[in-house]
């Protein structure tokens, strides 16, 4: 089975600037998470998808951050415009159904987002 | 408040000997624990999971974690660590949340070497 898949990996923009990053969770999972790990920090939670719907977005940081999950398939994260403060590794992850609530986070490699 | 510390940064431990990563956390209610691993510029992977039964849980690549209620630890155990052990080591718990949302609280990551 294909992995949880995002994209691009590295993101280099400038303040001011709009990035948009792309996950595409394990085929079936309608669960599909953002998470954020900020240098020297702990992951943070963004938010939580299931199939199309938000479920809880209370991670978002603020107003520039936009998700999407349309058609309950793959998911965007739309960062504008961005800030400095923007910059870190955005990991997305995928599970299985909702009554399966134990069931582990499967994890892309994450983008690295630079915004100088 | 819910939280997870790692009390160490980073470990270093000599190949074929134990190692030992510290976890504690405070959560309410009953904790529901994980440890991921996160290799050179790769996606987080799981390795185990608390949930209820046995306080011993065993995982993949030979680790195990043992669930103690009354210390609030769920540290990262091998008996003999390889080379290819050395990665950055995440705990995290469940938060207690609403209908199947299923947030986690991570630690800061403990970075492990071994050494040959």
């Known amino acids: 089975e294909a992995g949880v898949t995002q994209f691009p990996s590295h993101s280099v923009i400038e303040k001011g600037q709009t990035v948009t990053l792309r996950c595409d969770p394990i085929?079936?999972?309608?669960?599909l998470y953002w998470y954020r790990r900020v240098m020297g920090k702990e992951i943070k939670f963004l938010l939580h998808?299931?199939?199309?719907?938000?479920?809880?977005e209370s991670g978002m940081p603020n107003n520039r951050f936009l998700a999407e999950r349309t058609g309950g398939t793959y998911s965007t994260l739309k960062v504008q415009p961005a800030e400095l403060e923007d910059s870190g590794v955005y990991f997305c992850a995928s599970s299985q159904a909702v009554g399966q609530n134990n069931s582990p986070l499967h994890f892309g490699n994450g983008t690295r987002l630079t915004v100088t | 408040a819910q939280s997870v510390a790692q009390p160490e940064d980073q470990v270093n431990v000599a190949e074929g000997n134990p190692l030992t990563v510290k976890c504690t956390y405070s959560v309410s209610g009953n904790p529901y624990l994980f440890w991921y691993v996160q290799y050179p510029n790769r996606g987080l992977q799981f390795l185990l999971k608390y949930i209820t039964g046995d306080n011993l849980v065993k995982g993949s690549y030979g680790f195990e974690a043992e669930f103690n209620k009354s210390q609030t630890s769920f540290h990262l155990k091998k008996p003999s660590a390889l080379v290819s052990d050395s990665a950055l080591y995440f705990c995290a718990v469940r938060g207690y949340n609403a209908g199947n949302n299923r947030k986690l609280i991570w630690g800061l990551g403990t970075s492990l070497a071994v050494n040959p």
């Open positions: 085929s079936g999972h309608d669960n």
């Open positions: 998808f299931v199939k199309e719907s938000k479920q809880d």
